[in-house]
Each structure stands twice: as C-alpha cells, then as structure tokens.
C-alpha cells in the first residue's frame, strides 16, 4: 500500500497564498506522476496540476501563472504553492501519485485524503 499524508491548507483571504504539501510513503518503488486535483461543492473532481518524475509541468488555464508545482524525488513529496488566491479556488484540494511498488510491476493510482482550501474575507 501507499499512504498519502496532506498538510497546508486552510482559510486564507483573497489575494493570499499557501503552501500544499504531499508525502507518499509505504511499499513504493518508484512514482511516475505526482499531482493535485480539487473538487468544490457540487462540482466534479478537477486537475490542477502534475509534474513527472523528470520535472514536467501541466497546469490547469484557471491556474497558470499562479500556482506551481513542484517535487522532491528523494522524499517523494509533492508541492503545491498558491499564490494570488481567489474565491474560486475553495475547494478540497487532493493529491495524487502513480507508483509501481516493485520493480517491473503495474503503476498504481493513489489518493491522499483531501486538504480544505478556503479563500474568503
């Protein structure tokens, strides 16, 4: 099994920033793609954004220029910092990991529990 462990988010006011953070651990061998998706009340889970374990970049358009993605292959923890937040991105923020956990064996899709963030006055 992989485990992954959430922390950062919170109440911020509009124009403020945080900082998401995403460990994996357990039976890994290695992880291709790491990411984080959100999903606000009443609305379908949606990509944010993903790195690969070379250090490629997507970004949702509803992000570019604000949020960046980042990771530290070594403690396969993944990275999310929101800058210039607005009210539309409140939303339960969720990480995601594709790992194989021996060598030659499938890859995996991985979820972390969710992190609330909230960006109101």
């Known amino acids: 099994q992989v485990q992954l462990v959430e922390s950062g988010g919170g109440l911020v006011q509009p124009g403020g920033s945080l900082r998401l953070s995403c460990a994996a651990s357990?039976?890994?061998?290695?992880?291709?793609?790491m990411g984080w998706y959100r999903q606000a009340p009443g609305k379908q889970r949606e990509s944010v954004a993903v790195?690969?374990?070379?250090?490629?970049?997507s970004y949702a358009d509803s992000v570019k220029g604000r949020f960046t993605i980042s990771r530290n292959n070594a403690k396969n923890t993944v990275y999310l910092q929101m800058n210039s937040l607005k009210a539309e991105d409140t939303a339960v923020y969720y990480c995601?990991?594709?790992?194989?956990?021996?060598?030659?064996?499938?890859?995996?899709?991985?979820w972390g529990q969710g992190t609330q963030v909230t960006v109101s006055s």
């Open positions: 995601h990991a594709r790992a194989r956990r021996v060598l030659g064996g499938n890859e995996y899709d991985n």
């Open positions: 357990g039976s890994i061998f290695s992880i291709n793609v």
């Open positions: 790195i690969t374990s070379g250090g490629s970049t």
